[in-house]
């Protein structure tokens, strides 16, 4: 199908070790979202992009986190110096734009991180 | 503190009952969607409200927006097991990032 993909599906590591998520939007979509989902919560926003920018990361919990979308297409999150605690499974989503009141975003399925 | 308040947080109910799920908050948004997700997969959005007192319908499903934009309730009528699932209410204001509450599970026994 068409519509948003995420890999891996599931990332097992090691305290301390570096790791990047991968997300394809749907082809055509210029935002793209990160959200991270906690164990009975809702997603937490993360970072948005518009293009090739960040239009807004003020979701990212500290400097471990970071993600780039270098050509406004596929985005990478990258996690530094990986915790416990940041264990979750991890949303991407994509959007025609931010700029509708209707906003309507698709989501991939998600990669499951686990930090041991 | 929780922006969107979501209840009942589990919700357990026998095939043909009616339900209503409530999303509150002490905010004003510009609109409100209501997402379903399955395990394993990424929510998928079923209806967005955007006018004050706004009731829109899907089928069994119906999603009624507050007056003050402020709440929003889910109703289903004659729950299938079909129906289980996380139900996520999510809130935009203007052109500020979603905000989620953190979801109704519901399970519909057959």
């Known amino acids: 199908g068409a519509g948003v993909s995420q890999t891996p599906s599931n990332k097992v590591t090691e305290k301390g070790k570096y790791v990047e998520l991968r997300c394809d939007p749907i082809?055509?979509?210029?935002?793209l979202y990160w959200y991270r989902q906690s164990l009975g919560q809702g997603p937490e926003f993360l970072i948005y992009?518009?293009?090739?920018?960040?239009?807004?990361d003020s979701g990212l919990p500290n400097d471990r986190f970071f993600a780039v979308r270098p050509e406004g297409s596929v985005s990478t999150l990258k996690i530094q110096r990986t915790e416990r605690g940041d264990s979750a499974v991890y949303l991407c989503?994509?959007?025609?734009?931010?700029?509708?009141?209707?906003?309507?975003?698709?989501f991939g399925p998600g990669t499951r991180l686990t930090v041991l | 503190t929780q922006l969107l308040e979501q209840s009942p947080q589990f919700l357990s109910i026998q095939e043909g009952e009616n339900l209503t799920v409530y999303c509150n908050s002490s905010?004003?948004?510009?609109?409100l969607q209501w997402y379903r997700q399955e395990p394993g997969e990424g929510p998928v959005l079923l209806v967005t409200?955007?006018?004050?007192?706004e009731v829109k319908k899907l089928k069994r499903l119906t999603f009624q927006f507050g007056d003050a934009r402020k709440d929003s309730s889910l109703h289903i009528t004659a729950a299938q097991p079909g129906d289980t699932g996380l139900y996520l209410c999510?809130?935009?204001?203007?052109?500020?990032?979603?905000?989620f509450g953190k979801g109704t599970r519901l399970s519909v026994i057959a």
């Open positions: 989503a994509s959007s025609l734009s931010m700029t509708s009141s209707y906003n309507e975003q698709f």
């Open positions: 082809s055509g979509h210029t935002a």
């Open positions: 992009f518009q293009g090739t920018g960040a239009a807004d």
């Open positions: 905010s004003v948004f510009s609109s």
């Open positions: 409200v955007v006018t004050g007192g």
């Open positions: 999510a809130g935009l204001r203007g052109n500020t990032p979603l905000v």
